[in-house]
């Protein structure tokens, strides 16, 4: 499964479609979160009051079929104009609470892994985004410019859709669902499509590189190749965004204590100060595709670290500079595109001392701070970046046979035996990503 993402270029009447639909998914949703609460809440009362369990009011299933069926039996008189959009937009609102509620369920249970999941919330018109999901219908390309969605019609694509639309006419691509999404004033959609790959091989596919990644520098490489540079997109615009921000809040707001509605003034404001961030994003995206890509169409066997990002972000000192670099989405495009180009991923532990130990001898020191950028070692005398160390310690945990030039590791310790580095694993391999130019 592969996504391909277009920006739209809506006509005026389109628009207030696309927005329709949308509002109609959020309007699902919350009247399907008003029913569960409603049902729990009545649910609670009567337990308090000594009623026996099986004397309660039945349970409401909380599942995408039964919600769906009891939406269908109240729209007559919770949405009147519920023939104005596609029957997807209010499957949308109610596939998304259904999803939320079965998160929190799991994550209250403990079966599901990760920080705590809180029980769905309303969603607000203001701040929600606007987005719709079509499953069945007519969902197609129109030539190279157009696309044509259930309900909405023909709508004209910002870009060539030619990607898309010759492995459709070639018969090794199939859509299977569209999601309209609002971003920063601008309408895109994305296609989930079942894609027949053939099987690619790396233009070197024996090589091991070991990736190290820094705020200072992206990422350092252990075959010598040049030093990807951070461009720090966010730290380049936060003058921009300064000003912006002020011009913000000298405009009247909107106020909810108070009921009081923003002005045209504050609207047209925010939206520039968000199409700067937007910027940033897509300008992040980018370099990160572009570097990914060539790693992964290159090289067999890539060795990165499990670092701890969502530890490094509470940092306040780093936070900024760490979200800025996109480590975790580094390490995600990697492991869906080695898989895309017959490569393999290999992810180092979390603990293994990478920038401690010694490249040529394996001598590990005790410490070593951050603010030393230099790897001394004591025993052989080398000196090198420590951050070019980490990236030959990282290459040297991968075993000869895996990239299919000998059977022990680069430095000879069998350092893969103390600290053995294990595959991407999870949902990162299993769900693949794309883009339109990737």
């Not at 892994?113 to 079509?134: A, L, N, Q």
């Amino acid at each position: 499964m592969q996504a391909y993402r277009f920006a739209l270029d809506p006509t005026p009447r389109q628009v207030g479609a696309l927005l329709r639909h949308a509002g109609a998914a959020r309007v699902a949703f919350n009247w399907g979160l008003a029913v569960v609460k409603a049902n729990v809440g009545q649910r609670e009362a009567v337990r308090s009051d000594g009623v026996a369990e099986d004397e309660l009011t039945p349970a409401l299933s909380w599942s995408m079929y039964s919600l769906r069926k009891a939406w269908n039996q109240a729209k007559g008189e919770v949405a009147p104009w519920w023939a104005t959009c596609s029957k997807e937009a209010y499957a949308t609102g109610l596939d998304r609470l259904a999803t939320s509620l079965k998160n929190w369920s799991d994550s209250t249970s403990g079966k599901r892994k990760g920080p705590r999941v809180g029980f769905p919330r309303f969603k607000s018109k203001r701040k929600s985004t606007w987005s719709v999901r079509f499953t069945t219908g007519t969902i197609r390309l129109d030539g190279r410019t157009h696309v044509v969605l259930p309900v909405l019609g023909r709508i004209k694509t910002h870009e060539s859709t030619h990607k898309l639309a010759r492995r459709v006419e070639a018969g090794t691509a199939r859509i299977m669902s569209a999601t309209v999404r609002r971003e920063a004033g601008r309408w895109f959609v994305s296609f989930t499509v079942e894609v027949e790959r053939d099987e690619r091989t790396p233009a070197r596919p024996d090589a091991v590189i070991g990736v190290d990644l820094g705020v200072k520098t992206l990422a350092v490489f252990s075959d010598g190749r040049p030093a990807a540079q951070n461009p720090k997109h966010y730290d380049t615009a936060r003058q921009k965004l300064r000003f912006l921000s002020r011009t913000v809040s000298r405009r009247q707001g909107p106020d909810r204590r108070t009921g009081r509605r923003p002005s045209n003034r504050w609207r047209r404001a925010d939206a520039q100060r968000n199409k700067v961030h937007h910027q940033v994003t897509a300008l992040r995206r980018d370099q990160i595709h572009k570097l990914t890509t060539s790693l992964a169409r290159e090289y067999g066997t890539i060795v990165v670290e499990d670092l701890n990002v969502a530890g490094m972000v509470k940092n306040r000192r780093l936070a900024r500079a760490v979200a800025d670099a996109g480590f975790g989405e580094i390490r995600r495009q990697l492991a869906y595109k080695t898989v895309w180009n017959g490569g393999h991923l290999e992810v180092a532990d979390r603990w293994f001392p990478s920038s401690k130990t010694c490249s040529s001898c394996g001598t590990v020191k005790t410490k070593l701070p951050l603010r030393v950028r230099t790897h001394v070692c004591e025993t052989c005398g080398l000196v090198l970046d420590r951050d070019e160390n980490a990236a030959l310690n990282l290459a040297a945990l991968v075993k000869r046979h895996v990239a299919g030039s000998g059977p022990e590791t680069r430095n000879g310790r069998g350092a893969d035996r103390k600290t053995p580095p294990r595959g991407a694993g999870g949902r990162e391999t299993s769900t693949l990503h794309g883009t339109s130019s990737r």
